[in-house]
């Protein structure tokens, strides 16, 4: 038998180590059951401060980019949130615990339906899903106070920033040359966009003008 109970309790300790200072992410991230957004065969890992893989070749993110991306997105508890890239429901769960709704677009169908699955068991009830190609965002409930993507790719989609309110900030993996990542804080000014440079990551990539993964 695990104690699931105290790798939690020292996940959050290695978390507060490595610079997770809020107390709302890191209550967030004590309170979801990782283990039910793991795949079965890694039940036991799922509290090691690791990514792991899960299904159509895609990987739930590692705790502590969970915890700085949501800290870095600075929620308030009316925060209407957008994430492209829904893929376990991980990161929609925490930001869900943190904010007024949570709006999430994956394009596998297979992926989409396991994450519908674990919020409703969990009973999450402010949180949109949606298949598709998340780079167009979501129109319909445009625009979002926080933007979240959890794939990488070159350039900021223009769709994502046109959908971003005054003030607003985006947070998201940008591929550099030489296979590097770099995630960065956009943030909505009156005269444009200001961009900052948070830590190197590294991201499957964000699948762009290729519809569906009806997969
Ligand atoms: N936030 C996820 C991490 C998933 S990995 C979690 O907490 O588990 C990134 C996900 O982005 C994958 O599931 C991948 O299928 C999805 N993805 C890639 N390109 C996409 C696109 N254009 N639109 C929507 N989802 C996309």
Request: glycine fraction near 6%; proline fraction near 5%; aromatic fraction near 8%.
């Amino acid at each position: 038998m695990i104690d699931l109970e105290s790798r939690r309790a020292k996940l959050i300790r290695d978390l507060r180590d490595d610079g997770i200072n809020d107390e709302r992410v890191l209550g967030a991230i004590e309170k979801v059951p990782r283990e039910i957004f793991v795949p079965p065969e890694h039940f036991e890992r799922a509290y090691d401060n690791t990514a792991l893989p899960i299904a159509r070749g895609q990987t739930i993110s590692q705790p502590l980019i969970v915890a700085s991306m949501t800290q870095h997105l600075r929620l308030f508890p009316e925060s209407r949130v957008l994430e492209i890239g829904t893929g376990s429901g991980y990161q929609a769960a925490v930001l869900a615990l943190l904010c007024r709704s949570v709006y999430t677009i994956e394009r596998h169908d297979y992926l989409l339906r396991q994450a519908n699955n674990r919020f409703a068991r969990l009973e999450f009830n402010n949180i949109e899903t949606r298949l598709g190609d998340g780079s167009l965002g979501w129109p319909e409930h445009a625009p979002f106070d926080r933007v979240i993507v959890t794939a990488a790719a070159a350039e900021v989609p223009h769709a994502l920033m046109d959908q971003l309110v005054l003030g607003g900030v985006m947070v998201l993996p940008i591929d550099r040359r030489f296979w590097r990542q770099e995630l960065v804080a956009l943030e909505r000014t009156s005269d444009g966009y200001r961009t900052n440079y948070l830590m190197d990551v590294r991201f499957v990539p964000l699948v762009v003008g290729q519809g569906e993964g009806r997969t």
